[in-house]
């Protein structure tokens, strides 16, 4: 008697890979071309299945693609092509990018850093003047007095009147010369001018005067110079800017303002929404015009001018005036007023600029040592992770710090830097969007972590400390390879200093918590 059958056991269907499927979809002409291609004898030129890599190792290597024939490149494309690397690849990793030629390398840019034709002014202009005999009134006269300034520097000597006659002003000084008060000053007594000509002030009326900055932390300095001046003869000021709900500043503007200090990009946010009208604005001021030509400010601010009254009087300043600018010159101040102190150079500065050759493996260390100083230290990095990495370490070894970059809200950004300013810790690590934001006067020490890129950077960096002719010191580190570039930059900049081979004491290691 026959066994009965068994109930074969469930097995799952077996999946036909896209490989299997596009095989058997294959005419017959192509599978016998494949196999015509696979006879014949391979070039030397070409890789096998395997082919050897750098680091001893074997790497599958496929010689077909899914890609169609006619938009294959061929080998002479392949070299063409550009091949873009990861600039945020790690320092430690193995992968190293090649050597770039001699002819590759992007020559040092002078054209886009030429400067504009000004007049120059002597460093002593201001000596045996007050700001009273340059056209102010008494009352702005006290409120700057109040602030510390008692004498004009050179700069201030020179702008103010001209700027009190209405003409249009472009003002070029290095950090800590007072461009501040330079535009800020004359701008009040105007529109107290004009008040006195019989101009309404009104619960909600449009602001008269508009002070553009590139960054937020410069937009609050500007208004702690320019709040109590304004104060001083009635006039209101209010700060607009990113980074924080827009309540309160529209708030501001709708109880009436005479003047604006703000950044293009939320300027513009609020023209739109119809918050704010600049129809009415007689003066306007442009502060670091080469920054905002740097971070793409310059369409927007063109669009802010031209909203504008046509006949309004325009102020532009800035530590570096060069051709970046040259648009916004060209169309919104016409025969302007020029001005650069001349002298401002290392031999009659009172900075001591440094440059420190050390090893990559020990500049944390230099780092601490620099950081253990006497005084006030101000570090630069280039990138936010390193920033907030720095102080970390520094804060590990004892050593209380703050960071200041972009990735930190406004709230905590002026928490940090009020730190810094009352005392509370002795070092803030920061990235280049704080290096023309920071008003501290008493910083004894710049320290450049990682090199700047362009001579502009190093100007403004080094000008957080020896402000107001105070002394100060500026250390900038980088290593054996970097060294020719950091030359070459510095003589863009007017610096000549020798180079110093430094190490620094290895660190004991850290026990765990």
Same mark, same amino acid.
Request: with cysteine; glycine share 8%; hydrophobic share 35%.
């Given at each position: ?15 036909? /890979? ?26 030397? $030129? ?18 077909? $693609? ?52 000004? /007049? ?38 020179? @702008? ?19 461009? @501040?008060?330079?535009? $800020? ?17 009104? =619960? ?39 980074? =924080? ?55 927007? =601010? ?99 710090? =703050? ?27 920061? @990235? ?12 004894? /020490? ?18 957080? @400390? ?48």
């Amino acid at each position: 008697m026959p066994s009965p059958k068994k109930a074969p056991s469930w097995r799952p269907p077996k999946k036909r /890979t896209s490989f299997q499927d596009q095989k058997k979809r294959r005419p017959k002409s192509h599978a016998l071309a494949d196999q015509a291609q696979s006879g014949r004898r391979r070039k030397p $030129s070409e890789k096998s299945d395997f082919s050897e890599s750098r680091d001893g190792g074997s790497t599958r290597s496929t010689q077909r $693609s899914s890609i169609p024939q006619h938009k294959r490149r061929t080998g002479a494309e392949e070299r063409q092509a550009p091949r873009h690397h990861d600039a945020r690849a790690p320092r430690g990793g193995h992968t190293q990018r090649a050597p770039r030629r001699e002819s590759q390398r992007k020559p040092a840019s002078v054209d886009a850093h030429q400067r504009l034709e000004a /007049t120059p002014v002597a460093s002593d202009a201001g000596e045996g003047l007050e700001f009273g005999d340059l056209g102010l009134g008494e009352r702005i006269t006290e409120a700057i007095r109040a602030q510390g300034a008692t004498t004009p520097f050179a700069l201030q000597a020179v @702008t103010i009147p001209v700027a009190l006659s209405g003409r249009h002003v472009l003002g070029r000084g290095r950090t800590g010369s007072g461009k @501040t008060i330079a535009f $800020s000053a004359p701008l009040v007594e105007r529109l107290l001018r004009l008040t006195k000509k019989g101009v309404k002030r009104a =619960v909600g009326r449009a602001p008269r005067a508009l002070i553009l900055a590139p960054t937020r932390e410069l937009a609050l300095q500007i208004d702690r110079t320019v709040q109590p001046i304004a104060r001083s003869v009635g006039l209101f000021t209010t700060q607009v800017y990113g980074g =924080v709900p827009l309540g309160r500043q529209i708030g501001a503007l709708e109880r009436g303002v005479d003047i604006v200090i703000g950044t293009p990009g939320r300027i513009e946010d609020l023209m739109a929404r119809g918050k704010l009208d600049v129809s009415e604005v007689v003066i306007s001021v442009i502060d670091e015009a080469d920054h905002m030509s740097e971070l793409g400010f310059i369409e927007p =601010v063109g669009r802010i001018l031209r909203a504008t009254s046509p006949e309004g009087q325009r102020l532009l300043f800035s530590a570096t005036l060069d051709a970046g600018v040259a648009d916004i010159v060209a169309e919104f101040l016409p025969n302007p007023a020029v001005f650069e102190v001349e002298g401002e150079n290392q031999e009659t500065s009172s900075i001591d600029h440094q440059v420190w050759v050390v090893d990559q493996r020990q500049k944390r260390d230099v780092v601490l040592e620099l950081a253990q100083g006497p005084g006030k230290v101000l570090m630069f990095t280039r990138t936010r992770a390193f920033a907030e990495d720095l102080t970390d370490y520094l804060d590990d070894h004892g050593i209380p710090a =703050v960071s200041l970059h972009g990735d930190l809200n406004q709230a905590r950004r002026t928490r940090n830097l009020e730190k810094l300013t009352s005392g509370r810790v002795n070092v803030l690590v920061a @990235t280049d969007v704080a290096a023309r934001g920071i008003h501290v006067d008493d910083i004894d /020490t710049v320290v450049q972590v990682d090199q700047p890129d362009d001579f502009k950077s190093y100007v403004h960096r080094a000008g957080r @400390t020896g402000r107001a002719g105070r002394e100060g010191r500026v250390i900038t580190l980088t290593t054996r390879s970097r060294s020719r570039r950091l030359v070459e930059l510095l003589e863009q900049a007017g610096i000549s200093c020798e180079l110093e081979e430094r190490s620094a004491k290895p660190q004991p290691a850290l026990l765990p918590a």
